[in-house]
């Protein structure tokens, strides 16, 4: 009777293990940084997290050009591009201060050099969810960013977890 109870027991510690690794982020709807992924045509999106730490990388791009005015009424209060140094490096790769940063996430992400948008940046692992200068400072990331590129009205959400 004991030995059943307790594998009982282990089935469901595992079972929640793995229903909670799976739901991640928005569950595949709603709102990523205020778009709504039903609400644009959806160009290219891809989900690589899985495991049991959830690590991965997710990336959606919108295409916004049907109801511009909306998503340029989402982004008003986001910055004015360029990315910061920090994501700039991180994003694109680059060199500072003698070191070279090879992440080049822009690739896995799919996103071209934006010159005329705007862009928004959130760091789970920052006090400050906005500041990125503390990025370099640490061995894992979990980070959301989105970009807003009014040339093409298209919509850049890129999520890494490490």
């Known amino acids: 009777m004991r030995k059943r109870i307790m594998r009982i027991c282990i089935a469901v510690v595992m079972l929640c293990m793995v229903v909670s690794g799976c739901g991640f982020g928005n569950g595949g709807h709603g709102a990523y940084m205020g778009f709504d992924k039903t609400e644009y045509t959806i160009v290219a999106e891809e989900d690589t997290h899985g495991g049991f730490h959830g690590d991965g990388s997710y990336y959606l791009i919108l295409d916004c050009s049907s109801n511009p005015e909306e998503a340029l009424s989402i982004v008003r209060e986001w910055k004015p591009m360029p990315l910061s140094e ?27 050099e934006i010159e005329h948008g705007y862009y928004r940046f959130v760091d789970e692992q920052s006090a400050d969810s906005a500041d990125d200068s503390g990025l370099f400072d640490r061995l894992s990331y979990n980070f959301e960013i989105a970009a807003y590129d009014t040339d093409t009205n298209l919509f850049y959400f890129f999520r890494f977890d490490t």
């Open 86 to 112: 920090n994501l700039n490096l991180l994003m694109y790769g680059g060199e500072k201060d003698g070191g070279v940063y090879g992440y080049k996430l822009a690739e896995e992400a799919h996103w071209p």
